[in-house]
Nanobody
Framework: LMCSCRRGGGLVQPGGSLRLSCAASGFTFEKYTIGWFRQAPGKEREGVSLITSSDGSTYYADSVKGRFTISSDNAKNTVYLRMNSLKPEDTAVYYC???????????????????WGKGTQVTVSS
């Protein structure tokens, strides 16, 4: 029962863009809040952005507001993270995760997530 970061990670120059996708399976997509966390070397895992599938509510870390956009395609059980104006400090392993919307409080802390996907490396470097 996992989200999969299937596509989108890689190397990009500062100012560039990438799109991550997370295809969910094994749970009822519309009942979950799904999104991304990231972990840079030597740092704790931090929340980036989540979206509540049922009503489209979105949540962003201050560090990515205005640059990243999260969206969902409920027909495809997929959540996307469009990352624009990437900075070297965005370099990290990005993980998708899901939590039942019933229990989601709007927090971006990684504790309490029900499902985690495998990470994908995003490197922003010239």
């Amino acid at each position: 029962l996992m989200c999969s970061c299937r596509r989108g990670g890689g190397l990009v120059q500062p100012g560039g863009s990438l799109r991550l996708s997370c295809a969910a399976s094994g749970f009822t997509f519309e009942k979950y809040t799904i999104g991304w966390f990231r972990q840079a070397p030597g740092k704790e895992r931090e929340g980036v952005s989540l979206i509540t599938s049922s009503d489209g509510s979105t949540y962003y870390a201050d560090s990515v507001k205005g640059r990243f956009t999260i969206s969902s395609d409920n027909a495809k059980n997929t959540v996307y993270l469009r990352m624009n104006s990437l900075k070297p400090e965005d370099t990290a392993v990005y993980y998708c995760a899901a939590i039942s919307s019933t229990y989601y409080s709007g927090s971006l802390v990684p504790n309490g997530m029900d499902y985690w996907g495998k990470g994908t490396q995003v490197t922003v470097s010239s």
